[in-house]
Nanobody, 118 residues
Framework: QVQLVESGGGLVQPGGSLRLSCTAS????????MGWYRQAPGKERELVAS???????NYADSVKGRFTISGDNAKNTVYLQMNSLKPEDTAVYYC????????????WGKGTLVTVSS
């Protein structure tokens, strides 16, 4: 009953920028928090950035100063602005949302691939 749709991934050169978007839809009473995770081949999935409904943000040390997470409450959408991209940022990026419906639960998107290469 809740779906997360991601967009914005693609191929970019080192030093370039991308903007990821994730929109939640369905039977939503409220969204408590949303965030972005990433997983590179052969590595564990890791938290990149998160934001609460109160606009409290958290970032992985590896992306601080380069990435910015923001949200549009009216659109149930979260964004990840990715600047100064490095090859090591290459991964599948997944959107996650903690959503209140009839209960409080976590939902995941299918992921979008970001490739940083010359």
């Amino acid at each position: 009953q809740v779906q997360l749709v991601e967009s914005g991934g693609g191929l970019v050169q080192p030093g370039g920028s991308l903007r990821l978007s994730c929109t939640a839809s369905g039977s939503i009473f409220s969204i408590n928090a949303m965030g972005w995770y990433r997983q590179a081949p052969g590595k564990e999935r890791e938290l990149v950035a998160s934001i609460t409904s109160g606009s409290i943000t958290n970032y992985a040390d590896s992306v601080k100063g380069r990435f910015t997470i923001s949200g549009d409450n009216a659109k149930n959408t979260v964004y990840l602005q990715m600047n100064s991209l490095k090859p090591e940022d290459t991964a599948v990026y997944y959107c996650k949302a903690v959503i209140q419906t009839w209960y409080n639960g976590a939902y995941w998107g299918k992921g979008t691939l970001v490739t940083v290469s010359s």
